[in-house]
């Protein structure tokens, strides 16, 4: 295991399509986080789980966002109805609940673009 | 959570030491705080966590001092891969059982010029 994948690593998409992220955490890591991040920000939070529950939301994500951790292991993000407003870079981050807070491993991205 | 307030940028040269500050006004007892650096299409990375006084790994130093309202990273003899963005976190206290999540403000963007 070497590490938070997610897929794709680039996703180009119209307005008004819908798309999904997938992240694969580390194995033993029972938190999974999700960011977003916008050129020129730090990462936003949008959501995490512990496990499979999702136990926070933040109010950036909106009803058209919706995020998924079956049986606790990967994860994936939804987005309907894209938006220009959507295009970031999707950071998936995981985590050993208790700890260091240096546990938090994130990924690559994937980034997202709507034309 | 703490707020932090570090410099929006800052450029150095090639083998220079780099110092990043970092204000945190409100820090609570049980804080800790943290770096992180983020490379150009990547995720944030963990660089350096402390408490207070001094600590120090393969990649930085990081100096607190005894009212631990502020923190520098300390990057000895930068090179051009060091060129990121600095990011400086506070309130959330390691082997505890708490549900915080991290909080990213806009860091601190260094650029190292040859």
């Known amino acids: 295991d070497t590490g938070v994948s997610q897929d794709p690593r680039h996703k180009i998409t119209k307005r008004g399509q819908n798309v999904t992220f997938r992240c694969d955490p580390i194995s033993e890591h029972n938190r999974l986080y999700w960011y977003r991040q916008t050129l020129g920000q730090g990462p936003e939070f949008l959501t995490y789980f512990q496990n499979e529950a999702q136990l926070e939301k933040s109010r950036l994500l909106s009803d058209r966002f919706s995020a998924e951790r079956p049986k606790g292991s990967f994860s994936t993000l939804e987005i309907q109805r894209t938006e220009q407003g959507d295009s970031a870079m999707y950071l998936c981050?995981?985590?050993?609940?208790?700890?260091?807070?240096?546990?938090?491993?994130f990924g690559s991205g994937t980034r997202l673009t709507v034309v | 959570l703490a707020k932090t307030t570090q410099p929006i940028s800052m450029d150095s040269y090639e083998g220079q030491e780099v110092n990043i500050t970092c204000s945190h006004n409100?820090?609570?007892?049980?804080?800790?705080i943290t770096w992180y650096q983020q490379f150009p299409s990547q995720g944030p990375r963990f660089i350096i966590q402390g408490y207070k006084t001094k600590v120090t790994n393969e990649v930085a130093s990081l100096f607190i001092p005894a009212d631990r309202k502020s923190s520098t990273l300390s990057l000895p003899r930068v090179s051009l891969s060091d060129t990121a963005v600095y990011y400086c976190l506070v309130g959330l206290a390691p082997r505890m059982n708490r549900d915080d999540k991290i909080i990213f403000g806009k860091g601190t963007r260094l650029h190292i010029l040859p």
């Open positions: 409100n820090i609570a007892t049980n804080d800790y």
């Open positions: 981050a995981s985590s050993l609940r208790a700890e260091p807070n240096y546990g938090y491993t």
